[in-house]
């Protein structure tokens, strides 16, 4: 687990730092400069208003008496997204963008939860026969 976090932590800002100095070459100062303000910005308002409505859905499934686990996990992405878009750099522009997609963060969501369902060694939620299930 440390190797991955040390891999991302020197990793990822050098090929951030490599990818700025190309685009930079390409473009110049200025407006790759405002390429990574902008992308700051518009990514912050995106990751707000997803933000919003994430947590509108965490508070619809508590009101519904229902434990929002899934909600509450795209919740959690979407504070991911708004983290590495504040971030400057073009690859975490992407991921952050690609997290605020809604389908993809659905569909990522879901391969989490299944993820996390047989390392915890949980039943899913609905039995497939419709049925009770007995443990015994």
């Given amino acids: 687990m440390w190797i991955r976090l040390l891999l991302a932590f020197t990793l990822v ?13 390409w473009l110049g100062a200025v407006p790759t400069l405002a390429l ?7 990514g912050a308002s995106l990751a707000r208003r997803e933000g919003v409505h994430a947590w509108a859905a965490v508070q619809a499934e508590l009101a519904a008496g229902r434990l929002p686990g899934r909600k509450l996990l795209e919740a959690v992405l979407v504070l991911v997204a708004g ?12 991921v952050g963008l690609l997290l605020l ?4 963060r659905e569909s990522l969501t879901r391969r989490l939860e299944e993820r996390y369902r ?16 007995i443990e015994v």
Avoid: H, K, M, N
């Avoid at 800002?13 to 685009?23: H, K, S, T």
């Avoid at 983290?83 to 750099?89: E, H, K, R, W």
């Avoid at 997609?101 to 993809?104: A, K, Q, V, Y």
């Fill in 36 to 42: 990574v303000v902008l992308t700051g910005v518009a």
């Fill in 101 to 104: 997609i809604r389908p993809l």
């Fill in 118 to 133: 047989r390392r915890l060694d949980i039943p899913p939620e609905d039995p497939p026969s419709g049925g009770r299930i």
């Fill in 13 to 25: 800002p050098i090929l951030e730092l490599w990818l700025l100095l190309r685009i930079g070459a």
């Fill in 83 to 94: 983290i590495v878009l504040v971030t400057p750099g073009v690859i975490t522009d992407a």
